[in-house]
C-alpha cells in the first residue's frame, strides 16, 4: 500500500475552514484515498473517499491533485466538535483478493478547533 | 441502523483469566474487522474477516483468538494477556464487494490486564 505523509497537528478557528493536506507520493492508480478522523476516545468515523475527482458530501470537500499525489481534505466552516485526529488512508481498489480488505492507519493530524 | 456494538465498554482481566470480546453489526456487512489501539497511537489491523472465513491475520499473538459465528458477529477471545495487551479494542465492519467499501467502526473496548 501507498504511504500517507500528514502533518502531525494543525490548529483552526472556529468557523474558519480546515484545510488538511496529505501526500501520498507513491500512489498507484487502482488506490483511492480515503479520509477518517477519530474523536478522542470514539471510534474512527468515515469522512469521505475518492479516486481522482474532487469529491463532496455533507461533512467535507476531498481535492485530489491532477497527478494524484497530494490531495487536501477541506471542512468548510469547522466547529470545536471537529476536533480530532484526521488520517488519510491509501486503499487498493476492491478485487477478490483478500489483502484490499486492510485499512491502515497512518500517524494522522491533530486538528484543534480553536474558539 | 448504521451501528457496530461492542461489549463489554470497559474491561480488566488478570494475566490467567480468559475473557471474550464482542462485536454486532446488522448492517449486511461481510467484511469485519478487528483492531488494537495503543494510546496515542493510530489502530493497528489485528484481523479480518470475509463471509465468515479469517482472511488476514497480522501475525498476531495466539494467545488472541478470533471467531466469527455468523455474519453479525465477531469475537475476540482472549486468554494469558499481558499487561503490554492494554489497549483500546476497535471492531469494524465493511461491504465486502462494492466498489468502495467504508468501514463503520464500534466505540471500542477499553482493557486493561493487571
Known amino acids: 500500500d501507498a504511504k500517507t505523509t500528514q502533518p502531525t497537528s494543525m490548529d483552526c478557528a472556529e468557523g474558519r475552514a480546515a484545510n488538511l493536506p496529505c501526500n501520498h507520493s507513491?500512489?498507484?492508480?487502482?488506490?483511492?484515498v480515503y479520509w477518517y478522523r477519530q474523536i478522542h476516545s470514539q471510534g474512527p468515523q468515515y469522512i469521505i473517499h475518492?479516486?481522482?475527482n474532487n469529491e463532496t458530501n455533507e461533512m467535507a470537500s476531498l481535492i485530489i491533485t491532477e497527478d494524484r499525489k497530494s490531495s487536501t481534505l477541506i471542512l468548510p466552516h469547522a466547529t470545536l466538535r471537529d476536533t480530532a485526529v484526521y488520517y488519510c488512508?491509501?486503499?487498493?481498489?476492491?478485487?477478490?483478493?483478500?489483502?484490499?480488505?486492510?485499512?491502515?492507519f497512518g500517524k494522522g493530524t491533530l486538528l484543534t478547533v480553536n474558539p | 441502523d448504521t451501528e457496530v456494538t461492542q461489549t463489554p465498554k470497559h474491561l480488566v482481566m488478570g494475566m490467567t483469566n480468559k475473557k471474550s470480546l464482542k462485536c454486532e453489526q446488522h448492517?449486511?456487512?461481510?467484511?469485519m474487522y478487528w483492531y488494537k489501539q495503543k494510546a496515542k497511537k493510530p489502530p493497528e489491523l489485528m484481523f479480518v474477516?470475509?463471509?465468515?472465513?479469517?482472511?488476514i491475520n497480522e501475525s498476531v499473538p495466539s494467545r488472541f483468538s478470533p471467531e466469527c459465528p455468523n455474519s453479525s458477529l465477531l469475537n475476540l477471545h482472549l486468554h494469558a494477556l499481558q499487561p503490554e495487551d492494554s489497549a483500546l479494542y476497535l471492531c469494524?465492519?465493511?461491504?465486502?464487494?462494492?466498489?468502495?467499501?467504508?468501514?463503520?467502526f464500534g466505540q471500542g473496548t477499553r482493557l486493561t490486564v493487571v
Open positions: 469494524a465492519s465493511s461491504q465486502a464487494r462494492r466498489l468502495t467499501r467504508e468501514a463503520f
Open positions: 507513491t500512489i498507484s492508480g487502482n488506490e483511492y
Open positions: 475518492g479516486l481522482k
Open positions: 488512508i491509501v486503499r487498493p481498489v476492491p478485487d477478490s483478493g483478500g489483502s484490499n480488505y486492510k485499512l491502515t
Open positions: 448492517m449486511g456487512h461481510r467484511a
Open positions: 474477516y470475509s463471509y465468515e472465513k479469517l482472511s
